[in-house]
């Protein structure tokens, strides 16, 4: 699936030929850089391995999965010298993981982020790398060579595992400490030129000034919703169970399998006793036991316990040999406490009477008592007549068994943490690249769509630079689908604005239509609708420009604005034509008909409104309009006396608009005034009349509307 597309750019890194060469050459100076170390310093007791500085560089600039080869890669490179290496390599596995972890969630752009990592790596490269030590090896910790692990041990006390282990948490100390001193620097010295910072996938996290705070979109985002955590969740805790099964199987088996081992090496050491010794010597030696043990040269003793001795010997894995008489339990013949034993009292006394209580079998016994933890195979030693006069036994420490048992549970677990570790990484690329990217990048693109917009999503840059994914699953298959929902949805979008644009303009027509009619039975204010429509959206606009009433002169509100200006007379169609086309005075009588108007006007707009059943904003701002734009700052205008703020802010725009068309249009009762003297009038009736707010606007404005007004 090769797309070109950042997101998928960064999935497969790890399948770039150029990744692998910085791979191989990763491994090869890991590995020389812990040959030198080592070679040069273990000499003097220095236990320095310096082996993690590339996995953690590789890590940090490619990501935690190039790191991990890196880092596990070194380890069966070094298998090469020491076969042992193969366990300790996850370890380099989980630092490979959190230095990845840690570079992406900013942590190295911090001071506190390299002392952190100093502590975290060397708890797992010293500590776990410890104990992983003792488990493998038992107690085999060399305290005798000179070093801080013999110094701890000889003059602190320590026992041999607290010696190791703490004398490996310092060394690691100091390892993880020269690691973390190369890796700042080497951040330090990296160019910070975008081409550079774009080069390795996480190096972004480099950008100037790459020590200091940045935003939180430069930061890995971490969730426990994300599909990245639930995965590792999950392949995490199935291998916790499974490994544990697997180490409690394999353990158990191997336990019995070293204790049956031992047993049978016991028997074998115990047999061997009875060809040396038969029935007729014992009773022999246990009848001449002063003679004896004056000279134990005599009856051929001291040759058969010689004999004997040779035999334990020859293996470290028997504890003790001894051979005592079945009917009393006295000492025929026991190597640890010598020739001058011979007939004394065994020396394990409580494992011999529970012998003799569980009766002879052919097998081995296991004895946890006072001398230790020990298993024990009794083989019966006969006269001539054929009677059994004695017993011979060969034990060996229990203990032992059980160390070869952790020995062999610490290296499965090793390898399965090993085997988990890389495949687990090969498991999560393959999702991370054919699953979870394609599902970021149609993420991606669906908020590249919410933010553009439908309207402009069309003939955007986004969509030309939409990703085609090229295979035949369910996610291309989304994918491609997607496309074509934001296509069509942007589309549909633009084909109802485009109808709705035309029905409003529509309408537009027909207001105005019916506003010329309405004003064509006025035959003195021809074009007044039109100019006072003009003039109140000037004064708007102008109101907007000065930061006022911004939370009511939306766009969309000097749209509708608009419109409404345009029916602000609507209700002279109920005024008489005698009334409305005097040419005199008009009476009080006749002018309360025509203050009627905005009462009526207000109906009008009512019924339309109720007959188009849904809300309209301009029908809305029409009915404030025309209800209110004889309404008087001072509370003295009709037809309710409202006063200040009480006025719709479009109605008290609308009165100064209507005045001074009126003013300065020409009347059967008047000439028209000149611009300035009706611009002073306005001013004059500031805070009386017109709201002051409003009259400061309409004078700001003054030669725009000059202009208007001599084009006319």
Not at 13 to 28: N, Q, Y
Not at 115 to 142: M, N, R
Not at 164 to 191: G, Q
């Amino acid at each position: 699936m090769k797309v070109n597309n950042p997101i998928f750019r960064k999935a497969s890194v790890i399948t770039s030929p150029f990744t692998w060469l910085i791979i191989v050459v990763s491994i090869g100076l890991n590995f020389g850089i812990s040959y030198l170390a080592s070679s040069t310093l273990h000499s003097i007791g220095v236990m320095l391995y310096l082996d993690t500085i590339l996995t953690i560089l590789v890590s940090c600039t490619l990501g935690y999965f190039p790191g991990l080869v890196v880092g596990m890669g070194t380890n069966l490179l070094n298998c090469v010298f020491d076969g042992d290496s193969i366990y300790y390599a996850f370890i380099s596995g989980f630092i490979a993981l959190l230095a990845g972890l840690m570079m992406k969630t900013g942590c190295f752009r911090k001071w506190w982020g390299y002392i952190l990592a100093i502590l975290v790596f060397s708890f797992i490269g010293g500590g776990f790398g410890a104990v992983l030590t003792y488990f493998l090896y038992g107690q085999e910790v060399d305290v005798v060579t000179p070093s801080l692990t013999a110094d701890l041990y000889n003059n602190f006390g320590m026992t041999p595992f607290w010696a190791s282990y703490v004398s490996s948490r310092l060394y690691d100390l100091l390892d993880k400490t020269i690691t973390m001193a190369i890796v700042f620097l080497v951040f330090v010295l990296y160019p910070k030129n975008e081409r550079a910072l774009d080069f390795f996938p996480n190096t972004y996290m480099l950008r100037t000034p790459w020590n200091q705070p940045v935003k939180r979109k430069f930061y890995q985002k971490i969730s426990i919703h994300s599909l990245d955590f639930k995965m590792i969740s999950i392949m995490s805790f199935a291998y916790a169970l499974l490994a544990m099964a697997v180490a409690s199987v394999l353990g158990l088996s191997y336990n019995q399998d070293a204790y049956d081992e031992a047993g049978e090496t016991a028997r074998q050491y115990a047999s061997a006793v009875t060809y040396v010794i038969d029935g007729d010597q014992v009773n022999l030696w246990m009848s001449h036991q002063d003679e004896i043990l004056a000279n134990n040269e005599a009856y051929g003793y001291i040759h058969t316990f010689e004999g004997i001795e040779s035999i334990k010997i020859s293996s470290d894995k028997v504890l003790d040999v001894f051979v005592f008489t079945a009917d009393d339990g006295k000492t025929v013949l026991d190597l640890n406490y010598g020739v001058s034993y011979l007939g004394k009292p065994i020396a394990h006394e409580e494992e011999y009477k529970e012998f003799l209580e569980n009766g002879v079998t052919d097998t081995y016994t296991v004895h946890n008592g006072e001398h230790g933890y020990f298993l024990s195979y009794y083989m019966p030693i006969v006269d001539g007549s054929g009677k059994t006069v004695a017993y011979a036994v060969a034990n060996i420490q229990a203990s032992r068994i059980r160390i070869q048992v952790f020995s062999t549970v610490a290296r499965i677990l090793s390898i399965e943490a090993f085997v988990f570790l890389i495949g687990g990484a090969v498991l999560l690329h393959n999702i991370k690249y054919f699953f979870i990217a394609p599902l970021e990048i149609v993420d991606s693109e669906m908020l590249a769509y919410q933010a553009i917009g439908p309207k402009k999503w069309l003939t955007s840059k986004a969509r030309k630079g939409l990703v085609k994914l090229r295979g035949k699953d369910e996610i291309s298959d989304l994918s491609n689908l997607t496309h074509q929902i934001m296509d069509l949805a942007s589309e549909s979008i633009l084909t109802i604005e485009e109808q709705t644009a035309k029905l409003i303009a529509t309408q537009k027509g027909v207001v105005f239509a019916l506003a010329e009619i309405i004003e064509s039975r006025d035959k003195c204010t021809a074009d007044h609708t039109t100019r006072t429509s003009k003039y109140s959206g000037m004064i708007a606009r102008e109101l907007v420009r000065e930061g006022k009433y911004t939370d009511i002169l939306t766009d969309d509100f000097l749209e509708d604005f608009a419109i409404a200006a345009a029916l602000h007379d609507v209700g002279k169609i109920k005024v008489p034509d005698s009334i409305l086309n005097k040419p005199g005075k008009l009476t009080t009588e006749e002018f309360s008909v025509m203050k009627e108007h905005t009462l009526e006007g207000e109906k009008i707009i009512e019924l339309a409104l109720k007959g188009i059943g849904v809300s309209s904003e301009y029908l809305t701002l029409a009915k404030e309009v025309s209800g209110g734009h004889h309404e008087r700052w001072d509370g003295t205008g009709y037809p309710r006396g409202l006063k200040g703020a009480e006025i719709p802010l479009c109605a008290r725009i609308v009165a100064i608009a209507d005045v001074f068309d009126a003013l300065t249009c020409l009347r059967p009762y008047k000439e028209p005034w000149p611009f300035e003297k009706a611009l002073a009038t306005i001013q004059e009736e500031s805070g009386t009349h017109f709201d002051p707010e409003v009259v400061d606007a309409f004078v700001a404005i003054k030669d725009e509307v000059k202009d208007f007004l001599d084009k006319k």
